[in-house]
């Protein structure tokens, strides 16, 4: 009896393999070979998941996400522990999390250039974070919610950077958050 293939499991082992090459080699330098080289599998059967190399970019970007959509999983339902906990997620304080970090940095880097990479809805980055920060800073009374929750992941994101690029501590990374946290709530 022939064996059953999961296509979805397929395409996120593709995916995966993708993010992995991408963390290594850079996204530039991630195509149909070194995804198939990485995922043990033949070019054609990555090209029958990924058509063409915007459909293999989309497909590691929703992976991308995914993984970071992950690490808010879990978090406190007490509003101000909320607002916390979501922004010290979106700080690359481990390896696997910097490692997340700079391959989705690298997406955004490319989708200042690639117009259809740019349409996507998951290259928003913290964009979809704003309304859930903007919503919790207006439950607990913070004036202008709006606008500090753009200005908090704002701050993140160049923390982040920070972070990654070796010019920033993690400990003195996460007192910054928190004292602008402190003048803020």
Known sequence: MPRRVDHDVRKREMSAALV????????HHCGFREVAAEAGVSVNLVQYYFPTKEALLLGGLVHVRGLISERFAGLPTEPRARVRSLLES????????????RVHAAYAALAFTDPALAAQPHAAGPDELRPVLSGLLDELGVPEPDLTATSLLAMCTGLAAYLTSGFLATDDAVRALHAELDRVL
């Open 20 to 27: 992995r090459c991408a963390r290594v080699r850079g996204l």
């Open 90 to 101: 979106v700080l690359p304080t481990d390896e696997a999390s910097t490692d997340l970090y």
